[in-house]
């Protein structure tokens, strides 16, 4: 059974650099039929998806979010990384990883499972 | 951006009710489209992956249905344990968006 768990900082300063950690038990990072994304939800409101990272070590960032945004990989520890830079308080949500299932021969994608979700919060 | 339109954005309805919450694309995704279910304080949860296949151990009251822009998830029979948000979420450009949910409440 494959398994996500996030960590990092709950509370993060304006203007600083939020991390947070991704870990994964159940299946290897390398495996070719999945890869691995971030999405954030501010309290009470919609998904917003960040981010992804291909077994290749390739990235696909949200326009939104690009210029701040870097998600990296670990295979040696299988997990993978969040950082967004310059947070403010609009930068205050849940964060949850998750698995992108990408079947062979097929061109559709999605997310399972995700992880538990880490509240960060951004303030001084 | 491909937008996503979900509606009604809440119910209420009443256990063993049929369900019906529309998802519309602002241009054409084929099949790429996948609804997911969250309680509060949950992550979501995969429920039906281009737009009409069930996930495992999911039960067969869910359905989805649709193509192009327009789409459906249907719940028949409706559970207590089905009250939750429901989300679509397309994959069909590489900036993947989620519909702003459907809350289904009980009457």
């Known amino acids: 059974q494959v398994q996500l768990q996030e960590s990092g900082p709950g509370l993060v300063k304006p203007s600083q650099t939020l991390s947070l950690t991704c870990a994964v038990s159940?299946?290897?990072?390398?495996?070719?039929?999945?890869?691995w994304s971030w999405i954030r939800q501010p309290a009470g409101k919609g998904l917003e998806w960040i981010g992804r990272?291909?077994?290749?070590?390739?990235?696909n960032y949200n326009p939104s979010l690009k210029s701040r945004v870097t998600i990296s990989v670990d295979t040696s520890k299988n997990q993978f990384s969040l950082k967004l830079s310059s947070v403010t308080a609009a930068d205050t949500a849940v964060y949850y990883c998750?698995?992108?299932?990408?079947?062979?021969?097929?061109?559709?994608?999605?997310?399972?499972?995700w992880g538990q979700g880490t509240l960060v919060t951004v303030s001084s | 951006d491909i937008q996503m339109t979900q509606s009604p954005s809440s119910l209420s309805a009443s256990v063993g009710d049929r369900v019906t919450i529309t998802c519309r694309a602002s241009q054409s995704i084929d099949t790429f489209l996948n609804w997911y279910q969250q309680k509060p304080g949950e992550a979501p949860k995969l429920l039906i992956y281009?737009?009409?296949s069930l996930q495992s151990g999911v039960p067969s009251r869910f359905g989805g249905s649709g193509s192009g822009t327009d789409f459906t998830l249907t719940i028949s029979g409706l559970q207590p344990e089905d009250f939750a948000t429901y989300y679509c979420?397309?994959?069909?450009?590489?900036?993947?968006?989620f519909g702003q949910g459907t809350k289904v409440e009980i009457k």
């Open positions: 281009a737009a009409s």
């Open positions: 990272i291909y077994t290749s070590g390739s990235t």
């Open positions: 159940g299946a290897s990072l390398t495996s070719g039929s999945s890869y």
């Open positions: 979420h397309h994959t069909y450009t590489s900036l993947w968006t």
């Open positions: 998750a698995r992108v299932i990408s079947p062979p021969f097929s061109p559709v994608r999605w997310f399972d499972p």
